[in-house]
């Protein structure tokens, strides 16, 4: 809360250096029944390994395409490497995503988390008519401007040899989710973010969120945005977990 878990996190990734990416970004895919549903989720690593992240975060039906990635490792002091990264890892996801739109009374829906919203609204994007649900998590309208202003990886981009944060987001802004939203069709929308955030500033997801709802007003789209005051980037998604798990218990009282 009130950025404490989020300058404890950013310290301990400074401090252990950069990390390599793997080999390989396929995702892990959990079958849970048979319903004619496809989620797409992009989240950072601690929500794979984290049982109660887990939990509380992953959905649990249809067929569920996890891909674990981290901003760390992604977000490049030169933007050209960071490109790279990112269209790797959404090459891997419109293959499995197609196949889902193109089966008749398919559901597409995406989950992002922090930086793994880039992914989730370009993605979204291709989703056509199939696509039924965006969750949109502690997330930023434009990637260039918030990695600049992150505690992780401000650092990093900083030493790219640009001198502001619209240069670096000028030369990023394919990925940026404000630049997907205004095709998307009607569907549901679900955000959360924290008033604290230190890894991707709450004015940055405020402008995502009015984004979605511009879009969607205009074309009968429902939205909720749930706002939790003091939380940073990690506490916020624990909240929403712990949330997200007494619901499903009490679903099944």
Known sequence: MFGIIDRFYAFRKCRKGYFKPPKSWKPEIILYDEKPTSWFCFVPSIVSKNLYLRKGLLPREGTVYVYTISSFNLIKQDPLETLHGLNEIYSEAVGPMEVARDQRGHAIKILGISLGNVFGVRLASQAGLSLQKIVSLVGGGR???????????????????????????EKVSSFSPIRSIAGLPKFDVNICLGTNDMLIRYHHG????????????????????????????????????????????????
Not at 146 to 165: P, Q
């Open 143 to 169: 990637l260039g401007i918030s990695a600049w202003d992150s505690i992780l990886t401000g650092h990093i981009v900083k030493r790219s040899g640009l001198r502001n944060a619209e240069e670096y987001e």
């Open 206 to 253: 405020i402008e995502l969120a009015d984004s979605f709802k511009k879009q969607q007003e205009s074309i009968g789209g429902r939205l909720h945005c749930t706002v939790y005051p003091g939380a940073d980037h990690g506490s916020t998604m624990f909240l929403v977990a712990g949330r997200n798990i007494l619901s499903h218990a009490l679903k099944y009282r």
